[in-house]
């Protein structure tokens, strides 16, 4: 699993390690973006306990929230 520090904007713009996303996350992720499960490999969630934040790990600013489910 890799990870890297980024800026979330949900956790006040600090920065914040993000992770790959497990399976379950990489479905919901595939299912917003409408582009499968191969793009959303691009995108990363942020570990910070509570955040729902995902974003692209090469395009910080393209990002949105997972379902309040993965809270
Ligand atoms: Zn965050």
């Not at 699993?1 to 914040?16: D, E, L, R, Y």
């Not at 973006?33 to 691009?42: E, K, L, M, Q, S």
């Amino acid at each position: 699993m890799t990870v890297a520090s980024k800026h979330c904007p949900n956790c006040g713009n600090s920065i914040q390690k993000f992770r790959t996303l497990t399976a379950d996350e990489l479905t919901s992720v595939a299912a917003t973006v409408g582009h499968g499960r191969a793009d959303a490999w691009n995108y990363r969630r942020c570990s910070h306990e509570g955040c729902l934040r995902v974003q692209r790990h090469f395009k910080a600013d393209d990002g949105f929230n997972l379902p309040e489910s993965f809270r």
